[in-house]
């Protein structure tokens, strides 16, 4: 397993943008398919976006396509997720996750490390 430990959540009005990070341990954090997931008050944890390893490929929860955007530098070990447009509604706390597995998964059962979790407030 990585430890990984997300930052860059906080309070932000609606339409601005917010750009989370994760920071993840361990040399192996490039064979590692990397993903982020939400929970919001009184909800279940959800999928939000999944990138490959090697950063090529990615996909996204309807509710996000278009203004959000996963990233990773495998060099930094670190994964990205730059949230523009933001709504009421993307507010949760936000877990970055990391499956030591080539293929996509979008089910938290299939991911084995998580981070902590860092909070998104939108709201005026």
């Known amino acids: 397993q990585v430890q990984l430990v997300e930052s860059g959540g906080g309070l932000v009005q609606p339409g601005r943008s917010l750009r989370l990070s994760c920071a993840a341990s361990g040399r192996t954090f490039s064979r590692y398919t990397m993903g982020w997931f939400r929970q919001a008050p009184g909800k279940e944890r959800e999928f939000v976006a999944v990138?490959?390893?090697?950063?090529?490929?990615?996909y996204y929860a309807d509710s996000v396509k278009g203004r959000f955007t996963i990233s990773r530098d495998n060099a930094k070990n670190t994964q990205y997720l730059q949230m523009n447009s933001l709504k009421p509604e993307d507010t949760a706390v936000y877990y970055c996750?990391?499956?030591?597995?080539?293929?996509?998964?979008?089910?938290?059962?299939?991911?084995?490390?998580w981070g902590q979790g860092t909070q998104v407030t939108v709201s005026s």
């Open positions: 996750a990391g499956r030591f597995n080539i293929l996509f998964s979008t089910a938290r059962h299939d991911y084995d490390s």
């Open positions: 990138i490959n390893w090697t950063g090529s490929n990615t």
